[in-house]
């Protein structure tokens, strides 16, 4: 059974500062991993797509890697602004074509 | 154009009453999806519909749940009787046909439910 973590579960920085967050998954087997951002009583919005076959992409300041087989993602945020201040969900497409979330990670970023 | 619209946006009811939600997928996706996050976990699949034709419905929790989208277009989730553990955000995401495999899934702002 896939199961998906995110640490940390909250994080707090001051403005312009770099961080990364992390995701991790049990099973390799993954069509592709996303990166979400949900702001407060919002939907999700897709930041960042890596197919299995891919090692990272990019987006702006952010950056996403995929370690398929170590079963591990980042999502690199560089010049962190309050305006990135959101909930950070990462979610594996696994052969059933579900999306399975890991529990977030809750960014704020002060001025 | 409008994206995925759910409604309504919050829900108050009593336990054992029932409650029924709305989602309108984008124009043309075939594939609609609910998801749910209850307090403290994440977000997790219910079932997904392919037109008007259940998918798959392996993450609907009980048979208190009830999901249909007559005509392909918008679909509903009715909970009946709702329970407290039914408390959460449901979420509505459509997509075209593999677009879950290429990231275009789109979803709506979610519908709480708070069940007292």
């Known amino acids: 059974k896939q199961e998906v973590t995110q640490i940390p579960a909250a994080l707090s920085v001051p403005e312009g500062e770099n961080l990364v967050l992390n995701c991790s998954f049990t099973d390799s087997a993954i069509y592709n991993l996303q990166w979400f951002r949900q702001d407060p009583g919002k939907g999700l919005t897709s930041l960042l797509l890596i197919q299995s076959s891919q090692r990272e992409q990019t987006s702006g300041r952010l950056n996403a890697s995929l370690d398929k087989s170590s079963g591990r993602s980042t999502l690199y945020i560089a010049a962190s602004q309050p305006g990135d201040s959101a909930t950070y969900l990462c979610?594996?497409?696994?052969?059933?074509?579900?999306?399975?979330f890991g529990q977030g990670t809750t960014l704020q970023v002060k001025p | 154009e409008a994206g995925v619209t759910q409604f309504p946006s919050h829900s108050v009811i009593e336990k054992g009453q029932t409650v029924t939600l709305r989602c309108d997928p984008i124009s043309g996706h075939d594939n609609l999806y609910w998801y749910r996050r209850v307090m403290g976990k994440e977000i997790k699949f219910l079932l997904h519909f392919v037109k008007e034709s259940k998918q798959d419905e392996s993450g609907m929790p009980n048979n208190r749940f009830l999901a249909e989208r007559t005509g392909g277009t918008y679909s509903t989730l009715k909970v009946q009787p709702a329970e407290l553990e039914d408390s959460g955000v449901y979420f509505c995401a459509s997509s075209v046909s593999g677009g879950i495999l290429t990231g275009e899934l789109f979803f709506g702002e979610g519908s709480r439910l708070t069940v007292l």
């Open positions: 979610a594996v497409t696994g052969n059933t074509g579900k999306l399975i």
